[in-house]
Structure formats: structure tokens, C-alpha cells
């Protein structure tokens, strides 16, 4: 069976296309395709707080694609959630209004507890050692997400208005940042040691380039090198010499000060990136419905 996850974020929107296969053990997801288009709302929505007519053109014509390859791969159901750009834009429910009605698309604005929620969904405490502590990191355009899990029950969970887009245009304040340190501090000062789980494009990508292997943790001091000699290069350089796509080069350095930064705070010396995200967790929650619907007896629909 095949669903499909639709994240509208501040930095790109995302088509993901995933397989569920269902086994003895349980079931078992497989990523089939994902579509990352950078629109960059969160420029238009941090600065102005208001989303302009040309990024909203973008915007229904990425829906429309996206719409037409959800038909051609017949899933059993799908859904699109919008985060912290959308969230902040005055127009956002305008927009939303005009995609559905130009795609047939309903977009759900999401909050951050929920799209904390949803990437919890992925059901990473499974996967964790039972016996220790984790706080896992969502690094977004416009936000981050922190949960922090022990004995795999989560304590504590907030949203921050701290992100790579928010960085990079300077519009994160001292305040802001202060108490998105402090938090990190009181919150996980009783669970030591401590373990950090990463999630987002820049940290998968930054895993990538330490060509460790999968499910092998990436030491805070090997990040710190790794932003360290990203920072050295100019924008130019990082896309000319390292390869790296244009809206990638430009807020990887800020999303390693957040990952860095949290690590540093909580006293982390190692942080897994399994590569999951919201529309993993969207994936899961599709498949849940699925369940639940046809236990019923229910015809499942998007």
C-alpha cells in the first residue's frame, strides 16, 4: 500500500511517496519518491508577515504538480500540513482558501506542539535503547522542535521560534535566543548522559558529509568541525566547490549553530540522524487512520 505526505515548510515544500508493507513483526515503511521544491515562504512571511502574490503563484502551480503525481501513484490516502511560515503570514488562510479550491488540496496549518507530534508519530522511541535519555532536534526555517525522552516516555516537548531562515535574516531576537538556550538547560539538566536525534534537510545532509555510516552517531565535536569548515567557505564556494543546491548553501551554517548550540547546552557529545521528518510522520499517522478505518469497515479516503 502506498500513501503520500505533503509539508509545506518555511524553506521548501515536500511530496513524499512511502510504501507500507504489512508483516508479522508489524508493519515496515519504504520511501518510494520525494519532490522537494524551495519556494522559501518564510522570507516573505518572517520579514513582511505577509506571503507575496509571486510566491503564492509558486506555491498552486508545486500544489498542481503535486496534486497530478498523487493521482498517477493512486494512494490510498494523503494529507498537507503547513508549519511556521504559514503560520505567521496574515494571508495564510487565504492561501490555503485558494489552493483548495485551484488543487482540491486541503492544507492544514499546523501548530508547533502538533508538528512536534507528527514527527513523534515516526514512532523513534521504539527504535531508542529503553534504559537511556534522547532529545531530539527538529531543525526547521522557522522553527525548532525539542522533545526530550527518557526510559522512551517524553517529558517535555516545546516548539521555538528559532530557524534557519529566522537566523539568516537576523530576525531571531537575543530573548528569543536566550530562552531557547535556557530551556534546553533546565529541561534536560536531570538527564545526563544524554543523547541528541536529528531531523531536517541541513542535518542529513551534514551526516552525509562526515560519510559516517548509517545509524552510527556523529560525535558534537565532528559537527563542530564539519560547521566549521562549511562557515570557511563563502555562499558561492559552498555551491561551486562543495555542490551543494543554492537554497541548501545558505542556511546549512545556521542550522548547525542550532544543532551545535542545543548539543552544547544539554551537555550532548553525540547526536544520531536517522532521516525522518514531518511527512515520515504524516506517513505514519495516514497508515494509523488506514488501520482504524478499516477495522470499521470504513472505505478510507484522504
Not at 500544489?63 to 494512494?75: G, P, T, W
Not at 530562552?179 to 529541561?187: A, G, L, P, S, Y
Not at 555551491?239 to 551537555?267: C, Q, S, Y
Request: with cysteine; net charge neutral; glycine share 6%.
Amino acid at each position: 500500500m502506498k500513501f503520500a505526505a505533503i509539508d509545506i515548510g518555511s524553506n521548501a515544500v515536500r511530496l513524499l511517496f512511502s510504501h507500507v508493507y504489512e508483516g508479522i513483526n508489524g508493519p515496515s515503511f519504504k520511501k518510494a519518491d520525494l519532490v522537494r521544491i524551495p519556494i522559501r515562504l518564510g522570507e516573505d512571511a518572517f520579514l513582511h508577515k505577509k506571503i507575496s502574490e509571486a510566491k503564492i503563484e509558486k506555491l498552486i502551480l508545486a500544489m498542481k504538480a503535486f496534486r497530478h503525481l498523487i493521482d498517477l501513484n493512486e494512494v490510498l490516502g494523503f494529507k498537507a500540513c503547513a508549519t511556521s511560515a504559514m503560520r505567521e503570514a496574515v494571508n495564510g488562510q487565504d492561501i490555503i482558501d485558494r489552493v483548495r479550491k485551484e488543487t482540491g488540496i486541503d492544507i492544514e496549518i499546523i501548530d508547533g506542539k502538533t508538528e512536534a507530534e507528527i514527527i513523534y508519530a515516526n514512532h523513534t522511541a521504539e527504535s531508542l535503547d529503553p534504559a537511556s535519555d534522547y532529545l531530539y532536534i527538529d531543525v526547521g526555517g522557522g522553527s525548532t522542535e525539542l522533545t526530550l525522552f527518557s526510559k522512551t516516555k517524553i517529558v517535555a516537548s516545546r516548539s521555538f521560534n528559532v530557524g534557519t531562515i529566522r537566523l539568516l535574516n537576523n530576525i531571531v531576537s537575543r530573548e528569543d535566543w536566550n530562552e531557547f538556550k535556557n530551556w534546553v538547560r533546565t529541561e534536560t539538566q536531570d538527564y545526563h548522559p544524554l543523547t541528541a536525534i536529528g531531523s531536517g534537510g541541513n542535518i542529513n545532509k551534514i551526516f552525509k558529509m562526515s560519510r559516517k555510516k548509517q545509524n552510527r552517531p556523529l560525535a558534537f565535536s565532528k559537527l563542530r568541525e564539519l560547521n566549521d569548515y562549511l562557515e570557511s567557505f563563502t555562499l558561492r564556494q559552498r555551491i561551486e566547490d562543495l555542490g551543494l543546491n543554492p537554497d541548501r548553501a545558505d542556511v546549512i551554517v545556521p542550522a548547525g549553530k542550532i544543532f551545535l548550540t542545543v548539543m552544547k547546552a544539554a551537555a550532548i557529545e553525540q547526536i544520531y540522524v536517522p532521516q525522518i521528518g514531518m511527512a515520515d510522520g504524516l506517513i505514519h499517522l495516514l497508515y494509523e487512520n488506514y488501520k482504524t478505518e478499516r477495522r470499521k469497515g470504513i472505505v478510507f479516503h484522504e
